[in-house]
């Protein structure tokens, strides 16, 4: 049994490491950034058409693009490093045997054939049924069988994450309390199991009607279902990538949560509330009542915002606690400035904790909100919104992390390391720009999804204000910017696995990483003005773009 | 080490709280995780789609 497992020791860290776990970390990863380039090639191809000057594709060719796009990016990239992850955050921070690898291997190939199976149909040009595959417009049967295929293989890691949290207990790899970050990796899990589980219930019969054996499916039933994957499986993303702040705190400053307790009870009210925010999508529907609608969105999901605002808090607050520990200690913002800036895996989780706060998550909590939902619902709002979480939050904060584990697990230098300072800095601005103008755009009334804004060949004609194109070509240029951004994180991360120079030493790593990452206990004190500092300057802005909203709403919407 | 800083409030035989024994087990939390939004989100939601009348 154990004695069967091959390991290896981190020299960087002092892990160690079950062979077959580390293979699957890397299999899983290379193959997510390999479909991040893919979905982000259609990406930019979507911002291109939709700038109104550019308009680069034919409309057959936008949705098969917006198909293509919404299911690799929000899918297979974000999900494939996501095992990646929970097999990191389960073997190798508990320091555990990986129970059963070839149940491993074979999830790994089923989601392989899942999502080649997705783009090969979805290019056949037969399932544009874009990301949301709404009923009832019908896919090729074969598109909704590789979302299950894929979706199956996800859920057999999440079974094997839970399954290595017990042997590690029985085999006593770890002592007390999950680690931090192996904890906010399981409540990823737990929110996967429950989105997986919704992907079934409404896939299984939509494939069965898309066979010709279900007459009927009715459409507010499939978007109810539907929404219970499709929004939670961005809530999987939330838990992994708030995860990946505490790992990154912890291997670059050797940094601890201000307080454990209260991390872990913010995850807590993730795991209790954070998936009924798929409701927000609903808010509009004629069939639910008030009392569905606000429970879930304005209620219990401000729980989950809650949860959300104190990692916001602890993530800046104990990095600022550990440089404030080695003598940074001037002012209030000394630490942030001696903060290492040429460091890739610092900046980008930074900027992803901004991007993510500031932009998603504001801008989240207006959606979710009855009222003022009326004034952006379907719009391009609601891309602008996730672009802000799941592009600027979670995406930023992957690939920065891939900075720090792609040359400790493939022992390899970063090729061009210079090229990756800039990296964080252009991926972060152009998705920024994608988010705040596709907002301001929606919040113009631009559609979502339509692939004419200047509705050309409508019968009936509508014009949008000038400012409208003018975000929307703003859009565009930003999409280009982190086009470029993705292009040189993908061509770095395949060129350092095929050139990159082979590594003696360590990796810089705080010395106190592996404590950090595993460890348990809180920096001393609450001394962190800084971050506090900080967090005010958060909610004035949350407050006056929320207030701003209603002000707005109070003059589109003339009831009296 | 001091006491503040480890974060160990107790020795080895104080018992383990309960709110801790809950975060503890990821049985728990799992069913946590998939009873409060199956409940909340989808039970509800299909209940009230239900109970739309049908067109006469």
Not at chain 1, 192 to 213: D, F, M
């Amino acid at each position: 049994m154990a004695a069967t497992h091959e390991y290896r020791v981190c020299p960087d860290t002092g892990f160690k490491i079950d062979l077959q776990a580390d293979k699957l970390i890397k299999w899983n990863a290379v193959t997510a950034i390999v479909f991040l380039l893919i979905g982000g090639f259609f990406g930019l191809m979507v911002a291109l058409t939709r700038w109104p000057t550019v308009h680069l594709l034919p409309a057959d060719w936008f949705y098969l693009a917006l198909t293509a796009h919404g299911v690799d990016i929000l899918l297979v990239w974000i999900i494939f490093f996501e095992m990646a992850l929970l097999y990191f955050a389960s073997s190798v921070l508990l320091q555990s045997r990986l129970p059963m690898p070839k149940v491993g291997w074979f999830a790994y190939w089923l989601m392989l054939v899942g999502a080649l199976l997705g783009n090969v149909v979805i290019l056949q040009g037969e399932s544009s049924v874009m990301f949301t595959s709404y009923v009832p417009m019908k896919a090729d049967p074969l598109f909704y069988v590789a979302l299950l295929l894929f979706a199956v293989g996800a859920l057999i890691v999440c079974f094997l994450f839970f399954a290595t949290l017990v042997v590690a207990k029985s085999e006593k790899t770890y002592e007390g309390s999950l680690p931090l970050v192996t904890f906010g990796a399981m409540v990823a899990a737990i929110i996967a199991v429950y989105t997986i589980a919704s992907g079934a219930v409404i896939l299984i019969p939509t494939l069965l009607w898309s066979l010709g054996l279900i007459s009927h499916i009715d459409s507010l039933m499939y978007k109810v279902i539907w929404w219970g994957m499709g929004h939670s499986s961005q809530q999987i993303n939330v838990s992994a990538h708030v995860a990946v702040w505490y790992a990154g705190a912890a291997v670059v400053f050797g940094a601890k949560p201000i307080s454990e307790k209260v991390c872990r009870m913010a995850f807590l009210l993730y795991i209790l509330f954070l998936q009924l925010a798929s409701a927000h999508h609903l808010l509009v529907e004629p069939g639910l009542s008030a009392e569905y609608k606000i429970f879930n969105t304005s209620y219990a999901f401000y729980l989950a915002v809650f949860g959300s605002m104190v990692h916001g808090l602890t993530v800046p607050g104990s990095i600022e606690l550990a440089q404030r520990r080695r003598g940074y200690t001037k002012g209030l913002f000394e630490w942030l400035r001696k903060a290492p800036w040429g460091n890739p895996a610092f900046v980008g989780i930074f900027l992803s904790i901004i991007i993510f706060g500031f932009v998603g998550g504001i801008s989240g909590v207006v959606l979710g909100t009855e009222q003022l939902n009326l004034i952006m619902h379907n719009t391009i709002y609601v891309p602008g919104h996730f672009h802000g979480t799941v592009a600027g939050g979670t995406t930023l904060a992957f690939m920065a992390l891939c900075y720090w584990l792609v040359p400790v697990l493939f022992r390899r230098e970063i090729w061009a390391p210079k090229l990756a300072q800039w990296f964080p800095w252009l991926f972060g601005l152009g998705i920024t720009g994608i988010a705040l103008f596709q907002m301001g755009a929606g919040t113009l009334g631009v559609s979502r999804r339509h692939w004419d804004m200047t509705f050309a060949d409508a019968p009936l004609s509508y014009d949008y204000p000038a400012a409208a194109h003018l975000l929307m070509a703003a859009n565009g240029v930003s999409a280009v910017i982190a086009s470029i951004a993705g292009a040189i994180f993908c061509l770095q991360m395949v060129l350092t696995l095929l050139i990159g120079k082979k590594r003696e030493g360590a990796v810089p790593v705080a010395s106190d990483a592996a404590e950090g990452l595993t460890g348990h206990g809180h920096g001393a004190g609450l001394a962190v003005p800084g971050t506090f500092v900080l967090a005010l300057v958060f909610l004035t802005s949350f407050v006056l773009y929320y207030f701003v909203n209603w002000k707005y709403l109070s003059e589109i919407w003339l009831l009296s | 080490m001091s006491e503040l800083e480890s974060g160990k409030s107790g020795g080895a035989d104080e018992p383990v709280p309960f709110m801790q024994q809950i975060l503890d087990n990821p049985f728990i939390l799992l069913f946590l995780g998939v009873a409060a939004p199956s409940v909340l989100y989808t039970v509800w939601g299909v209940m009230e789609v239900i109970s739309i009348p049908v067109a006469q």
